[in-house]
């Protein structure tokens, strides 16, 4: 049967057929929908786990337990999870173990573009590359059976435009795991990594790679595909499919494993043709390897190091270093259209993070921020994040800011799913070592920036079970922070009053915003739009501050002030009242609520 | 039909461009043909630009499409059908929907939003292939705007039959086909209605 499937439905195909057994993850893009698939097929077990070291934790125990386990991450996941990487590749496993690395060329949702290729390297751990859906879903069985036959733990690395594009999939059968669980094993010379068992282990690991390189010669996701031998292109990934569409007649070394490196196929491959080149996205990681073999390659000095490839980046690139002819420049629409608007994206119409951002930029305090939507809290007319670097900072860069004497109070704005990712420890930390910090946790209820996903706080897991609600005061006052007020996040005079009196404190302080995420299903239902009084408005501007999309500038000018009133989209608009709020002419009227009626 | 098409889709975070672009591949696939799509999920959805890449041939390898090699461009919104002018060939079949939502950069009145006129004269020097369709206003007359994508898709099929694009095992109940399967059963009349009214559209301006 064959099915047009994203390469991450193909994975998570890739991974039913293989019977995992235990699948955890982090969600992030451009990963997320790997575990989402793979948890609706039938008798699986998928949880989202609260980091990803968690996750890659819960899947080597799961190898360690006989059972085939699997990670899922994003790229920047990994640098969360390296210390349980790099462990797991000492000890090997019982039965397989994959990790799911997706990278993000070009930043579409992302802090950095790091190649993970570079962690498989340092940490001694063989990686696999596709470049389609197909690719994608046949590499899981087969970076299985590598880890199994290996005892190693094996990457599987997508890119943004493996996960997110899709291809026609040939479906397989799946093999279905060993009823019976072995007992879990006691050999604590290859799973307690103590320095004695670990220096043991070491040349076992270096021994691995060398085998796993001889197997690369053979791996048949390798494979030269002849052409002209004028030239000659190595690639993997993604770039095989761009270097395949320009280069039609070129000969093609396909690298399904790009660590460890078949070193006999590529010195054959070389001798084979005039010239060689590497197409790769990001670091020159084949190209550096193929040099260190004393063979003469090109690569970066073609095509570019940042951000991603595409058909016309690699065409382009080949025509100026004279591999194609200057005819194969494709021309573009030659047009002088000046600047167009920008479209950043922005919080969303009714988005509860709204108003701490408001009332934040109004304080002008220095803020900490962190992962998530809330980081569009940077943007304007809000202008309230000053940092953001990854998952948990927030909090810790606040605290040594506030250490270091900063002479203004810091604010640490961190989301409920990344407070339970990596934002505990600093908060201890903020406890610990006493500093006014006050740090704000956006409680929206749900993990929103990757579309809503399950989280400890939400009360339902990844398969859709009840589970126990974490609740994050109570948590917070275990922790030993004395000020602490959960309040609704749409409240915004309670969160300007609170905030005011926070940032007077000398001692750390944690107020928590509470709404859930406007684009819940449930909340939907809620939306009514808001309308303004046209002629209550004197355009006076203050509800454009918000930031809100659905509040736009009428054609009709206000007589007195001669500036634009304001006209709320009903299209967009949600009914949070923020605006209403805000309006300091009563130009917003607020929702008839039934406990109005009630009263009287 | 010619070796390959490209199509590139353009909108703005949360008009259906993912749906429509899905349904695009399917059609492809179903018509007989390798079909490919890439499209990007995550930040840019909150409200920001977007586009996917849709491409049908006999053999297709990359799903992205290279800018200036885009033969179909389905513009969900004016603003980003102009931003994206610069990815179409010569003489490619354009679909623009007479949608505007202003960007914030806009409404703080930073920028300026581009008039009607700048629009189809950029149009104009490109391409003479270009339709202009309401199609949230369609979708309304027929009781649902949120059904513009589909209006849009079904200007599109008769737009590509107009000017030759389209081929053998591409009629109007391809398309359709693909379309039922892909929303809940309550809704299929109404898009089956969204997507004939949206044919009808085509040439009417």
Known sequence: ?600 | MKETINFLLAGVGGQGTILASDVLVNVGLAAGYEAKQAEVHGMSQRGGSVTSAVRWGRKVHSPLVGAGEVDVLLAFEKLEALRNLVQVRPEAAVVINNQVIEPLTVISGDQVYPSDEVLKQAFARVTSHVEYVDGEAIAASLGNHRAANVVLLGALSALMERDGLSGPGLGAETWLAVISERVPQKYVELNRRAFQAGREAVGRN
């Open chain 1, 1 to 600: 049967m064959i099915k047009m499937l994203s390469g991450n439905e193909a994975v998570a195909r890739g991974m039913w057929e293989a019977g995992v057994m235990v699948a955890s993850g982090y969600p992030g893009t451009p990963s997320t929908e790997i575990l989402e698939n793979y948890a609706r097929f039938p008798n699986v077990y998928a949880e989202w786990a609260p980091n990803e070291k968690v996750a890659l934790d819960v899947a080597i125990g799961a190898a360690y337990a006989g059972r085939r386990g699997m990670a899922l991450m994003k790229h920047v996941g990994l640098n969360v999870a390296a210390d349980s990487f790099m462990y797991a590749s000492m000890t090997g496993l019982e039965a397989g173990l994959v990790i799911i690395t997706a990278d993000d060329p070009a930043m579409h949702s992302s802090q950095n573009e790091q190649d993970n290729r570079t962690f498989a390297k340092f940490g001694r751990v063989p990686c696999l590359e596709p470049s389609d859906s197909q690719e994608a879903k046949n590499m899981v069985a087969a970076a299985f059976e590598l880890s199994e036959r290996f005892d190693t733990p094996v990457m599987l690395r997508l890119t943004t435009r493996v996960c997110h594009s899709m291809s026609a999939v040939e479906l397989g059968e799946r093999l279905e795991p060993a009823t019976e669980v072995k007992p879990f094993p006691r050999n604590p010379s290859k799973y307690v990594m103590v320095p004695g068992n670990a220096i043991k282990r070491h040349p076992i690991i270096e021994q691995r790679m060398e085998d796993i390189a001889a197997f690369a010669e053979t791996f048949p996701h390798n494979r030269v595909e002849p052409g002209s031998l004028s030239l000659g292109i190595v690639t993997a990934g993604i770039a095989y499919q761009y270097a395949r569409e320009v280069f039609p007649d070129a000969a093609i070394l396909k690298l399904g494993m790009t660590w460890p490196l078949p070193e006999r196929m590529i010195r054959q491959f070389a001798a084979s043709v005039d010239r060689l080149i590497v197409v790769e996205e990001l670091d020159p990681f084949l190209e550096e390897a193929i040099r260190l073999l004393g063979i003469a390659v090109e690569g970066k000095s073609i095509f570019p190091l940042l951000g991603e490839l595409d058909p016309r980046q690699v065409r382009e690139s080949a025509v100026q270093a004279g591999l194609l002819p200057e005819s194969a420049h494709v021309a573009r629409p030659s047009l002088d259209l000046g600047p167009l608007p920008a479209r950043p994206p922005a919080l969303c119409p009714g988005c509860p993070h709204r108003p701490t951002f408001y009332i934040l930029n109004k304080l002008k305090v220095p803020v900490n921020g962190d992962i998530g939507c809330y980081t569009l809290g940077l943007l304007p007319p809000l202008s309230a994040i000053h940092t953001c670097g990854c998952m948990g900072a927030g909090i810790g860069v606040a605290h040594g800011a506030a250490q270091a004497g900063s002479p203004e109070r810091h604010v640490a704005v961190i989301g409920d799913s990344t407070f339970f990712h990596s934002g505990i420890p600093p908060l201890i930390n903020v406890v610990y070592n006493q500093s006014p910090v006050v740090t704000i946790i956006l409680d929206n209820r749900i993990t929103g920036m990757t579309g809503h996903q399950e989280n400890p706080g939400t009360g339902h897991t990844l398969l859709g079970e009840q589970a126990p609600v974490i609740q994050i005061e109570p948590l917070v006052r275990a922790l030993g922070v004395q000020h602490v007020r959960t309040i609704p996040s749409l409240d915004v005079a309670a969160i300007e009053a609170t905030l005011k009196e926070y940032i007077k404190l000398d001692a750390p302080s944690v107020l928590i915003v509470e709404e859930p995420c406007a684009l819940l299903p449930d909340v939907r239902k809620r939306w009514l739009p808001l309308e303004v009084l046209a002629d209550q408005c004197n355009g006076c501007t203050l509800c454009f501050r918000i930031g809100c999309p659905a509040i736009l500038k009428s054609d009709e000018l206000d007589e007195k002030t001669k500036r634009p009133r304001a006209l709320i989209d009903a299209s967009l608009c949600t009914g949070c009242e923020v605006c209403a709020q805000v309006c300091p002419r009563s130009a917003i009227p607020f929702k008839p609520t039934e406990m109005e009626g009630a009263e009287v």
